[in-house]
Structures are given as C-alpha cells and as structure tokens.
C-alpha cells in the first residue's frame, strides 16, 4: 500500500473552472495564503475548466459569451481579432494566464475520489494524496457527470447513441441518419452543424421557445433567480439554461430555411433500428445524439452531503452556494451558478460566507 502525502490546510477548492477560480481570488484578496490556509484541486491535466475539452468547431463567433473572472479581461488574452479561434483554446489559454498572473497556485491532476468527515475536519481523499480542511468550496461543475435518460428498449439499438460530450466534428457523421434530441443551445449548434453533412430528425420533449432580441444582464439575472428559487426549496435545480430560450440567429433562421427545425416529441421507445413514438410512427436511425444536458458531479461528497427527500440540497446564503445542513460546504457551479452568468458572483460569495463561518480573518 502506497504512503499518501498528507496536507492540513483551512478550506479546500475542488475544481478550478471559472467558478472554483473565482472562489480562489476572493479567497486572496480577503487575505488568506495559498497553502496554510487555502488549496486549490483539480481533475483535468491542464487549466481551462470543462473548456479545454470542447468540441473543435466551437469557436469565438459561435459560444454564447465568455465571462471574465474577476480581476483580468478575457478579450485582452486574445492574441488575434479572428472569431474562428476555438473555444478550447482561446479559454485554457486565459485560465491559464490568469492563474499565473493571480498567484493561484492548482494541484493537478488530481481527481477527489471522496470526503468524509471526522470530528471537526474533512478529509478529502485523491489516488495520491490526503488532504483535511475546515470547509470545502466545491466547484466541480457538470461537465464529468453527463445525463442520458433511460427510455424502453435502450440496449436493443444496434447504433451508436452519443451524448454532447463525445461530440468532435459534423464530418464523423456523414452518410449516417442522425436523430438529435434536445433543445438546448447546444442541441441547436449541432444539429445545424450535423444537417449540412447528413438527415437528421430532431426530437425535444418540449416545444423549443426561440427569443428575438440580446439576451442582456436583466435577461441573465432573472433566469438565475429562477433557479435559485428551486434551490432554496431544497428542490433539484433546472439549468439556467433551460429558463433562457434559445436565439433567435442567423443561423438559427437558416435553419428553418433549410427545413431542419420540423420538431418532433419525443420517441416513446428506442428500436433496435431506430425509434418508435406512442402512435406507432418509426424512424431508422444510426445515431441518436443525446443533449439533454448534465447533472452535478457531487458524488464525492456523498457522504458528507444532506440530501433532501426529493432529491435536492437545501441552499441558502446570499447567492445559494452554502448547503444550509451542512454549512462548512458550499456549492459554486451548483444551481444558480451552475452557467457562466453566476459563478463569478457565487465564487466572491462562498468565498467570504464560509470565511466567516469558519471565523477565519
């Protein structure tokens, strides 16, 4: 059995996305050092977040917005005008600096396998090291956690059935009929992207509701206060996402001049050729692309974490990042803060909160 090394500290980050980031500079700008009072963890090998593995024709004209973190501009880490730069280059390059520039010193890759309590401390256990704290700021995002339901007939379909994450290039599948379910954003980019190769059927389960217009901060902050209403319930969250609508682009208008938006419901069963609705309609199908979204990747919190009846986390605070049973944890990329809108925000919140919770000055 392999001797961990062993780090004693007074909060511990998992998760150096923006939000995990964000917590990091409040935590340095209260006053708190990188090591005997702050450690920052993270699964991925390099900085970015979930950015550095997005697919390669999301680019700087397509992503909805990059956020700035506090302190640091994005658009001045940009070292050319041209919009095609890939997403998952131009932000790891940002995080990158930015962690440099700000002194946030991370440890990775390090992916938390789970945290248990015991007496007054957590203990956060890794494949290779150990580490204790007073409190957790836990910013682990979605991104590793993605949600495919189950629906009837599932394992007889003899395609391929992928989810958002696999997503790589429209090329891959040319040739093939797609069927691409969800009505999201990113359902929406690719389902435009795969329609220029190949047929595809798209299937949401509710009616897609398009908006005109710039979706601008008043826009932004009543869709978080939508979310962090559930949460403050103790209810499972909706992502932000889901309470915006879609806009209404140009690419988006090309769509339905192409024929591509004939939405349909959702498939009652999966066949081993395709899928079947309620009224015995068939499609065949060698795809379906599920991007029906992702759920927080809290497992390693299992048993430190109060789960409500339903299924949810009682959420409370000044932005709903601390977890009201158990308030020396608080949830940054959770809820709310679970889109780039409010993790900034909720990194600056948490941050002070479980300070002063922990009477650390």
């Known amino acids: 059995m392999v001797n961990k090394i062993r780090y004693k500290t007074k909060i511990v980050i998992i998760g150096a996305g ?13 006053g708190l ?28 004209s397509t992503v909805n917005r990059i956020h700035d973190l506090p302190g640091m501009s994005f658009e001045k880490t940009i070292e050319t ?19 440099k520039q700000m002194g946030i010193r991370v440890y990775r890759p390090l992916k938390v396998d789970h945290v248990y309590l015991h007496e007054d401390r957590f203990h956060i256990n890794s494949s290779q090291n150990l580490f204790s704290s007073l409190g957790i700021i836990n910013a682990t995002g979605t991104w590793e956690n993605p949600y495919i339901p189950e629906y009837p007939g599932s394992s007889l379909f003899r395609g391929e059935q992928l989810h958002t994450k696999d997503f790589k290039t429209a090329e891959y599948f040319k040739g093939k009929h797609v069927i691409v379910v969800g009505a999201g954003i990113s359902a ?4 435009d992207q795969i329609s220029k190769v190949t047929t595809t059927t798209w299937v949401t389960r509710r009616p897609p509701e398009f908006r005109e217009g710039p979706f601008d901060d008043v ?7 939508m979310v962090e209403e559930r949460v403050r319930k103790g209810l499972t969250p909706l992502s932000v ?21 004939q939405r349909l419901p959702m498939f009652s069963e999966i066949t081993a050729d395709g899928v079947k609705w309620a009224d015995g309609t068939e499609q065949q199908a060698d795809v379906i ?9 809290l497992d390693h919190l299992k048993p430190v974490l109060p789960r409500e009846e339903a299924g949810g986390i009682l959420m409370g605070g000044r932005l709903a990042t601390m977890v009201v049973k158990e308030p020396h ?15 900034n925000r909720a990194g600056g919140a948490a941050a002070r909160e479980l300070m002063k919770e922990l009477s650390i000055h």
């Open 329 to 343: 944890i608080h949830l940054v990329g959770y809820g709310p803060s679970a889109s780039t809108i409010g993790a």
């Open 241 to 261: 996402v889901s309470v915006t609508g879609l806009p209404l682009s140009a690419e988006v208008i090309d769509m339905k001049n192409r024929g591509v938006l």
């Open 81 to 99: 005008n041209e919009k095609e730069v890939q997403a998952s280059v131009a932000v790891p390059h940002y995080y990158n600096l930015y962690e």
């Open 289 to 297: 692309l599920w991007n029906t979204g992702f759920k927080s990747a």
């Open 188 to 191: 929406i980019q690719l389902l």
């Open 219 to 225: 826009a932004g902050h009543n869709a978080v206060a």
């Open 18 to 30: 923006q939000a995990g980031l964000s917590a990091a500079y409040h935590l340095k700008k209260q």
């Open 33 to 60: 050092e990188i090591g005997p009072d702050f450690i920052i963890l993270d699964e991925a090998p390099h900085a970015g977040g979930a950015w550095q593995y997005r697919w390669p024709s999301l680019t700087l």
